[in-house]
T-cell receptor, first 116, second 116 residues
Framework: EAGVAQSPRYKIIEKRQSVAFWCNPI?????LYWYQQILGQGPKLLIQ????????DSQLPKDRFSAERLKGVDSTLKIQPAKLEDSAVYLC??????????????FGQGTRLTVV | AQTVTQSQPEMSVQEAETVTLSCTYD???????LFWYKQPPSRQMILVIR??????QNATENRFSVNFQKAAKSFSLKISDSQLGDTAMYFC?????????????FGGGTRLMVKP
């Protein structure tokens, strides 16, 4: 089966600019996660979707970050305006669910964002 | 909220030897999964091994095995016959059901260096 697709792989922007990331999860996976991974740290959950609804966005800096999954498939994550501390890898993942509990989360290769 | 702690930021091991990476977690849930993910420099998160909380038997995948101590909330990864390709960041992760899906939480990671 095809994996989780993310684009772009790399992005360099100046602070105060805006940027958008795209994710196409594995077909049929209803749950989709966006994670932020700062260099040398573990991934931190930004937002979790179930189909096109938001399950958890408690860690999303809503003054500058937004995300949507309009048709319950592809998702976009946007930052506007970007700050230097937003430099990180942004990972998208979709889990395989068996009996109501996920058995494994499949990850995309991530987008490395550098804010200068 | 669940937390995952990896107390070893960096570890090294000689090729062909055995190394153990530590992980502890905190949860009030009884039904959950635990994972070890490997993240090489390519950034792709690769599942190494998973453990279902209801299973007492420790999971094993070839050279990788876990020591799951549910009462102690401990989940360590043992890598036997270490290979140069095992050099990577290793993340312990916890997944449990939440309101409408499954929450996946990561530890801070352990950087493993396998030396020739």
């Amino acid at each position: 089966e095809a994996g989780v697709a993310q684009s772009p792989r790399y992005k360099i922007i100046e602070k105060r600019q805006s940027v958008a990331f795209w994710c196409n999860p594995i077909s049929g996976h209803a749950t989709l996660y966006w994670y932020q991974q700062i260099l040398g740290q573990g991934p931190k959950l930004l937002i979790q979707f179930q189909n096109n609804g938001v399950v958890d966005d408690s860690q999303l800096p809503k003054d500058r970050f937004s995300a949507e999954r309009l048709k319950g498939v592809d998702s976009t994550l946007k930052i506007q305006p970007a700050k230097l501390e937003d430099s990180a890898v942004y990972l998208c993942a979709s889990p395989n669910v068996l009996g109501g509990l996920s058995t494994e989360a499949f990850f995309g290769q991530g987008t490395r964002l550098t804010v200068v | 909220a669940q937390t995952v702690t990896q107390s070893q930021p960096e570890m090294s091991v000689q090729e062909a030897e055995t190394v153990t990476l530590s992980c502890t977690y905190d949860t009030s849930e009884n039904n959950y999964y635990l994972f070890w993910y490997k993240q090489p420099p390519s950034r792709q998160m690769i599942l190494v091994i998973r453990q279902e909380a209801y299973k007492q038997q420790n999971a094993t995948e070839n050279r990788f095995s876990v020591n799951f101590q549910k009462a102690a909330k401990s989940f360590s990864l043992k890598i036997s016959d270490s290979q140069l390709g095992d050099t990577a960041m290793y993340f312990c992760a916890f997944m449990s059901p939440n309101n409408a899906g499954n929450m996946l939480t990561f530890g801070g990671g352990t950087r493993l260096m396998v030396k020739p």
